[in-house]
């Protein structure tokens, strides 16, 4: 079935430590998304990505990084220098540009 | 479960009733919107979309609403299944495109029997 794979669904850091949160998706999108979620607040956009070797930064991109080697893959990395890491992060991807978003299950990191 | 959802605001029905959960959005710049379904520990699925050239659109079991005056969305469910209770949110999309699409913090809808 095609949609979208998130891993781990669970994650422990020790602060100072960067991780790295996997997203694979065999729905041939072109953009691929990536979310905070926190309790009381909206999704927030962290980073995209429309096109293979092309990302931008969303709306609170600082302390994450990302990359897009292929189509199919938008790993993001949660460096030591992002402050509150401790979150729900989910991603998503999009083939048409209006914004139907199908997301993965989600990844839960929790910093100790 | 995940702990999204802490403080949202809550909706109880009992099963069998219709549900109706609101949004009010912020730009009226916006032309399409949309609502998700999130349960617990889960991705939000796509419930129902509805641009801005329309004020009512129906799927299975359930009707958007949109009112542009008032900058006001709506969610009716119809004959509300315990399979139904999750948190359920609005999104807008102001510049056609999806990386600005704009999340409502949502609504956690509990089913009594």
């Known amino acids: 079935d095609g949609g979208i794979t998130q891993s781990p669904k669970y994650l422990f850091r020790k602060e100072g430590q960067n991780v790295t949160l996997s997203c694979e998706q065999n729905?041939?999108?072109?953009?691929m998304y990536w979310y905070r979620q926190d309790p009381g607040q909206g999704l927030r956009l962290i980073y995209y990505s429309q096109i293979v070797n092309d990302f931008q930064k969303g709306d609170i991109a600082e302390g994450y990084s990302v990359s897009r080697e292929k189509k199919e893959s938008f790993p993001l990395t949660v460096t030591s220098a992002q402050k509150n890491p401790t979150a729900f992060y989910l991603c998503?991807?999009?083939?048409?540009?209006?914004?139907?978003?199908?997301f993965g299950e989600g990844s839960r990191l929790t910093v100790l | 479960g995940e702990s999204v959802g802490l403080h949202l605001p809550t909706l109880s029905v009992q099963e069998g009733d219709n549900s109706i959960i609101n949004c009010a959005y912020s730009n009226s710049a916006s032309d399409y919107f949309i609502w998700y379904k999130q349960e617990s520990g889960k991705g939000p699925q796509f419930i129902i979309d509805?641009?801005?050239?329309?004020d009512k659109r129906q799927g299975q079991r359930v009707t958007v609403l949109l009112n542009k005056t008032v900058k006001h969305l709506s969610l009716q469910i119809a004959a509300t299944q315990p399979g139904d209770s999750a948190v359920y949110f609005c999104a807008e999309n102001w510049a056609g495109t999806a990386s600005k699409l704009t999340f409502g913090t949502g609504t956690r809808l509990q089913v009594t029997l």
């Open positions: 729905l041939n999108h072109d953009a």
């Open positions: 509805i641009r801005s050239n329309m």
């Open positions: 998503a991807s999009s083939q048409s540009k209006t914004g139907e978003l199908f």
